[in-house]
Structures are given as C-alpha cells and as structure tokens.
C-alpha cells in the first residue's frame, strides 16, 4: 500500500470500493456475550504459509469449519481485481476444536468466492461474484451443480439459501437487485425484487439464510435492513436499526447477523424469530486492530455457543468466538 495513504483514507477507499457506509461510532453495549478464543485457529508456517483473505465460513455436517478464501485473488486498495482463478484451494477445512487445518479443496476452480453455506443435506454451496455463478458441492468438495451464465445473467452474485423441498433462492445485487429462485435441479423458476416482481425492495441485497418453516431473511446491506419473506417473495417484515448488514445465518430458531458499522468495528447480534435483539458482541479481539478489519464471513455453531467470523482485506483471519462467562 502507498505510505502516503492514510489509515482513514483507505477505511474511505474501502468503503466506496465495496460500498460499506462508514459509521462514526458502534452502537453501545452493556454486555459481550460472546469473547474472541485466542488460541483458536492453530494455523502453522508449514501448512499455511500465506494468509489470506477469508470471505466466508460455514460448518460442515460434520462439525469441521470450512472457511472460504480469495486464496492469491485478494481485493487490494487502488488495485484492480485479479480476473484469474485462484490456483490454491479455495475451501480450507478446520477441526473446530483445535483450529488445525485438516485438508482443502477447490483449486483451480473459483475466481472470486464470496459466501459459503451448508445446507439441511450437508451439501456446500459456493456464489462466486467473479465468475458469476453459484456452485453446488457434496461434503467432499466435488462438484453436483452450477447455475449461471447468459441465460441467468447475473450481475453481483452473493449468497444463496435453500428451503426445505431442494429449491435454492441465489441473492443478486448491484444492478439486478434481486432475489432469483431455483428448482432442486437449477432450473430458473423466476426472481423478485426491484428488478422482478413482487413488492420486495432491494438495493444490494449482500446475504440470505431460511429457517424451518420456509421463511427467507434477506439482509439489504444499502438499505441497512432484513427483510423476512415468505418462499414466493412476499414480505412478512422488515427489520431495521442493523447497521449495514452482511452476513445473515439461521440457527436454533434464532438469526444471527453480522454488520458492518465501519472498517475496524463489526458486530453479531441474535435475533429471535419476530426481530427482537437477544445478545451481542463486537467482532473486535484482543490483538492489532488490522487484524479484526471488514468481518465478511459468519458461521454458528453448538447452539449458538460457539461463533466464526472471516476477515478480509488487511485483515486475512477466521477468528472463533466462545460464550463469554458472566
């Protein structure tokens, strides 16, 4: 980076490159419940030798942490993006215990992976926004499914969710500000927001999840909203006051949403299903503040007690959180 540039201005750069509005301030919080676990990844010189940015996080089926990355493709201030796939596996996998680095894949595959999910069979889903398209994979990491290309034209993929009969609802922002619905076997069934029908409103709807009855919580990063839909796209409710969302997870009849209140500050909260805020913490550790810069990825495990959050940009971690003693 130029050493003429300064701190606030890349925050400022990196703002406007990924269209994060910048917050004077993070909300108060009376209580953390949750506290970053230090020990947690384990991650050697040897097996790691190169950070890199961590853009997503799931939980497989089997309880490993999967953690998805721009591997050599980081986004980089007053650099274009690399429109190269990324040679090195795109997919690392992590006991959730230790944080050790059990195996990877998905080299020579992605360009630009923005989010990762599992779904209710343990199959992983990968939006990559380079390559505008959403991939389908069994636990192994072999490949099922693709969607995308002319035909679905794409602009901004983010993140996809599937509901309970396979069908899967990809969330498209940028200029088709949409929601765009699939059939278990990837065949378009229609879309809905600005750019489809219905009275969904999307600006840049960054993230999605559904919980067990179907209901679908879309998180509008520019709007600084949830919307919770139904599975044909009509709205239920609108949750606001979130900051500017990013990631949003089902888990345990609760949603956990990430935001995003400036470059250095991001928090998790918990909702209950009808929007009424339960806990909170700040992504923020105990080391260097550019370690803890732009939270992207989330991922909740053990019914909420344990939580993963990826960073990117200088930032280049996964970072366990644990419930905090009190």
């Known amino acids: 980076m130029n050493s003429l540039l300064s701190r606030r201005r890349f925050f400022h750069w990196c703002a406007l490159s990924l269209g994060v509005a910048l917050a004077p301030r993070l909300e108060a919080l009376s209580t953390e419940s949750h506290v970053a676990d230090m020990t947690w990844p384990s991650l050697s010189a040897d097996i790691y030798p190169e950070p890199c940015q961590m853009t ?3 939980v497989a089926a089997d309880g490993t942490i999967l953690v998805l990355n721009h591997g050599e493709n980081p986004i980089e201030p007053l650099k274009p993006f ?18 050790k680095m059990l195996r990877s894949w998905g080299a020579n595959l992605l360009m630009r992976p923005h989010q990762i999910s599992v779904d209710a069979a ?41 509901l309970s009969d396979g069908s899967f609802i990809v969330t498209d922002g940028a200029t088709n500000k949409r929601g765009v619905k699939f059939s278990a076997e990837g065949e378009s069934l229609g879309d809905w927001g600005l750019k489809g029908e219905g009275p969904v409103i999307l600006h840049t709807p960054h993230s999605i999840t559904v919980d067990t009855e179907d209901r679908v919580y879309v998180a509008d990063r520019e709007r ?38 400036s470059g250095t500050r991001g928090i998790v909260r918990r ?55 009190h």
């Not at 596996?89 to 230790?98: C, E, H, N, Q, Y």
């Not at 636990?139 to 599937?162: C, H, M, Q, S, Y």
């Not at 919307?227 to 089902?250: D, F, M």
């Open 56 to 58: 997503g996080v799931a």
């Open 82 to 99: 690399r429109r190269e796939i990324i040679k090195k596996p795109a997919v690392l996998v992590l006991d959730p215990k230790s944080g």
């Open 122 to 162: 343990g199959h992983v889903w990968i939006v990559d926004s380079g390559l505008k398209k959403v991939f389908k994979f069994d636990a192994k990491g072999t490949p099922l499914l693709e969607v995308g290309g002319e035909e679905i034209n794409f602009t901004l993929p983010t993140d996809v969710a599937v």
């Open 224 to 261: 600084r909203w949830v919307q919770v839909l139904n599975a044909e796209g009509e709205v239920l409710a609108t949750w606001k006051k979130v900051g500017s969302p990013l990631t949003i997870r089902y888990h345990k009849d609760s949603i956990y949403l990430l935001s995003n209140m």
């Open 271 to 325: 909702f209950n299903l009808a929007g009424e805020l339960q806990e909170s913490f700040r992504t923020r550790g105990l080391g260097k503040i550019q370690d803890y810069e732009w939270p992207h990825g989330l991922a909740v495990s053990d019914g909420g007690n344990s939580i993963y959050v990826g960073f990117v940009l200088t930032a280049r971690r996964v970072q366990r959180y644990h419930r905090a003693k």
